[in-house]
């Protein structure tokens, strides 16, 4: 099975910009989480979407939103661009059944930069 | 709110060194817990993990983690490391009515020298 995908892998963009994530979960899992990892914080949970439906919410201004698709895709954005925002982004697909749905599969990340 | 902490920010260990490192967390209700590891360059991926049952749980490449209900902690173990494992180390839970929603401890940094 093809693991987690996210494109792009690299990205830099200008203070005030908008920002665009995909993710692409495991064939088969319905959950996809969105995490942001930055030296100072850590991991830190921003949402997570179950069938098209957003399910949890980390606290995160509201400039942080995401969508998924009917396929599972998911795509998160991040709107007026602050050098804070310059992280590692990371997604994770949950199996909603069988010995795969306790756990969180990640995926190789997106490194945003904020200049 | 739920926390977890993780007070061994960095280790620096000898190969065949034991490893222990500390987790704990805080919540008031019954919760699920994890250990992943991220290896230099590669995606974070589970070590092991905590449900229920035996409070001692033994996960991938060696390691083991004792869940102490008492002390809220959740420590990370290994008999004897490999320069392989040289990697960060984080600690996770969720309540256990949610398991989408994981908070991670900040990591701990394991260099191990051969």
């Known amino acids: 099975k093809a693991g987690v995908t996210q494109t792009p892998r690299y990205l830099i963009k200008t203070r005030g910009q908008q920002v665009t994530l995909s993710c692409s979960p495991i064939?088969?899992?319905?959950?996809v989480s969105w995490y942001q990892q930055t030296p100072g914080q850590g991991l830190q949970f921003l949402f997570e979407?179950?069938?098209?439906?957003?399910?949890n919410k980390g606290n995160f201004p509201g400039r942080f939103s995401g969508r998924q698709f009917s396929n599972s895709r998911s795509e998160m954005n991040v709107s007026t661009l602050e050098l804070g925002d310059s992280a590692l982004y990371l997604c994770?697909?949950?199996?909603?059944?069988?010995?795969?749905?306790?756990?969180?599969?990640f995926g190789p990340g997106t490194r945003l930069t904020v200049t | 709110a739920q926390s977890v902490s993780q007070h061994n920010h960095h280790v620096i260990l000898s190969e065949a060194a034991s490893l222990e490192l500390g987790c704990n967390y805080s919540?008031?209700?019954?919760?699920?817990l994890f250990w992943y590891v991220q290896y230099p360059g590669q995606h974070l991926q589970l070590l092991l993990k905590?449900?229920?049952?035996?409070?001692l749980v033994k996960g991938i490449k060696g390691f083991e983690a004792e869940f102490i209900k008492s002390k809220f902690s959740f420590n990370l173990r290994k008999p004897s490391v490999q320069w392989s494992d040289t990697a960060e180390y984080f600690c996770?839970?969720?309540?256990?009515?949610?398991?989408?929603?994981?908070?991670f401890g900040t990591g701990t940094r394991l260099q191990v020298f051969p």
């Open positions: 994770a697909s949950t199996g909603v059944t069988g010995r795969s749905s306790y756990e969180q599969y």
């Open positions: 064939s088969g899992h319905r959950s």
């Open positions: 979407y179950f069938s098209e439906t957003q399910r």
């Open positions: 919540y008031g209700g019954t919760v699920n």
């Open positions: 905590y449900f229920s049952g035996d409070p």
């Open positions: 996770a839970v969720s309540p256990s009515y949610n398991t989408d929603k994981l908070i």
